[in-house]
């Protein structure tokens, strides 16, 4: 099955500074790659997902890049702020619809 | 986005009780939801796949009958923890997939239901 690791588990930045989390996944059946931020004692709420037909894809501060022949997929966050501070997951799935395989999680906190 | 809503947000229980958790898809239909279990500063492990008139599909690992789960409508499904024990203290959230209609094949997950088995 489809194995999702990623790195990395904790990270500190300062405000206004860049964050970057990476994600590697095993299976190269899978197609669909979304990334959840959770904050304490709520559900993921879904920040930007990518498809294997593109590369890149950009919403305001929040990216992801996805390198399918190196089966890895990157989440970007630039200008950080205090309220970014979260806990952030990638996901793998070989269609949304279908299950996903989560990573372990990354604890981003954002110094004021 | 899309919303989905869970119920209770926390619950508490005596060892041996059962427990329901209801989770609503609000402004759309659901043909699939998911149910996940989350542990502190854990990632989130699915326990099962609930189709809508049909049975679900537990992981491996998973006691379907300790986990019932009932998806009676395209809206609703519900989680019931049978007999629960304080080793099923945790954190479970349900996710609904949102297809069809224009809007992108996704899931939006709802906000967790605390369960406390004491």
């Known amino acids: 099955g489809e194995n999702v690791e990623q790195h990395p588990s904790t990270l500190s930045v300062q405000e206004g500074d860049s964050a970057v989390i990476k994600c590697t996944y095993s299976?190269?059946?899978?197609?669909?790659f979304p990334w959840y931020k959770q904050e304490l004692g709520k559900g993921p709420q879904l920040i930007i997902d990518i498809r294997s037909n593109v590369g890149e894809k950009k919403d305001q501060r929040i990216a992801v890049t996805l390198n399918k022949t190196a089966k890895h997929f990157s989440l970007h966050i630039t200008e950080t702020q205090p309220e970014d501070s979260a806990v952030y997951f990638c996901?793998?799935?070989?269609?949304?619809?279908?299950?996903?395989?989560f990573g372990t999680g990354t604890s981003l906190t954002v110094i004021p | 986005g899309a919303v989905v809503s869970q119920h209770p947000s926390r619950v508490i229980c005596k060892s041996g009780t059962s427990v329901k958790i209801e989770c609503r898809s609000l402004?759309?239909?659901?043909?699939?939801m998911f149910w996940y279990r989350q542990f502190p500063k854990q990632s989130l492990m699915l326990m099962a796949t609930?189709?809508?008139?049909?049975?679900?599909?537990?992981e491996q690992g998973v006691e379907k009958d300790k986990f019932l789960i009932n998806h009676a409508s395209l809206t609703l499904s519900t989680l019931t923890v049978t007999s629960a024990h304080p080793e099923d203290s945790s954190f479970y959230i349900c996710?609904?997939?949102?297809?069809?209609?224009?809007?992108?094949?996704?899931?939006?997950f709802g906000p967790g239901t605390r369960l406390t088995v004491l």
């Open positions: 996901a793998a799935s070989i269609s949304a619809g279908n299950q996903f395989y």
């Open positions: 299976d190269s059946a899978s197609n669909y």
């Open positions: 402004d759309f239909q659901a043909t699939t």
């Open positions: 609930s189709n809508e008139g049909s049975k679900a599909t537990y």
């Open positions: 996710s609904a997939r949102l297809s069809g209609g224009g809007s992108p094949d996704t899931q939006y």
